[in-house]
T-cell receptor, first 111, second 114 residues
Framework: KQEVTQIPAALSVPEGENLVLNCSFT??????LQWFRQDPGKGLTSLLL?????REQTSGRLNASLDKSSGRSTLYIAASQPGDSATYLC??????????FGDGTTLTVKP | EAGVAQSPRYKIIEKRQSVAFWCNPI?????LYWYQQILGQGPKLLIQ????????DSQLPKDRFSAERLKGVDSTLKIQPAKLEDSAVYLC????????????FGQGTRLTVV
């Protein structure tokens, strides 16, 4: 059974700092991995989708990396802004099309 | 492009009552998911449809939860009877295909059972 862990559970940083969010998974037989952002009381917004054959994906100030063999993905946020404050979730998708989410990292960027 | 629509946004019911949630996926998306998200946790998949067929309902509490997807488009999720532990946000998502495309989420329905 796939288990997904996100550490830390919460993170507070000053504005402008670069930061890394971590996602680890127990079964490396994945099809792809997706990072989401969730604002309080809202649904999930897709940030990046990284296929199992890819090492990284970039979108603006966001960069996601994937190391299947070690069961790890990181989301790098450059030059953080207060508007980046949200909960960040990773979801691991298996070859059978099943998604398992981590419990998320709640990020607070202080002005 | 219109997003995934869900209704209602909020619902408060007493335990043992029944409740239904509705989801309209993005047009053309074959795959539809229902997730339960308890406060402080990540979403947990309840059921996944491919068109109007069920792909995965292994985590759906079938004694009280049911879901259907009419004509492979809209879907409803029902809870009958509700328990206190069903209090959560119920998220609907859709994707064009199953595995290799992004999933898009609706705003969710926040259910409170008192």
């Amino acid at each position: 059974k796939q288990e997904v862990t996100q550490i830390p559970a919460a993170l507070s940083v000053p504005e402008g700092e670069n930061l890394v969010l971590n996602c680890s998974f127990t079964d490396s037989a994945i099809y792809n991995l997706q990072w989401f952002r969730q604002d309080p009381g809202k649904g999930l917004t897709s940030l990046l989708l990284i296929q199992s054959s890819q090492r990284e994906q970039t979108s603006g100030r966001l960069n996601a990396s994937l190391d299947k063999s070690s069961g790890r993905s990181t989301l790098y946020i450059a030059a953080s802004q207060p508007g980046d404050s949200a909960t960040y979730l990773c979801a691991v998708n298996t070859n059978a099309g099943k998604s398992t989410f981590g419990d998320g990292t709640t990020l607070t960027v202080k002005p | 492009e219109a997003g995934v629509a869900q209704s209602p946004r909020y619902k408060i019911i007493e335990k043992r009552q029944s409740v239904a949630f509705w989801c309209n996926p993005i047009s053309g998306h074959a795959t539809l998911y229902w997730y339960q998200q308890i406060l402080g946790q990540g979403p947990k998949l309840l059921i996944q449809f491919q068109n109007n067929g069920v792909v995965d309902d292994s985590q759906l509490p079938k004694d009280r939860f049911s879901a259907e997807r009419l004509k492979g488009v809209d879907s409803t999720l029902k809870i009958q009877p509700a328990k206190l532990e069903d209090s959560a946000v119920y998220l609907c998502a859709s994707s064009f295909l199953t595995r290799n495309t992004e999933a898009f989420f609706g705003q969710g329905t926040r259910l409170t059972v008192v």
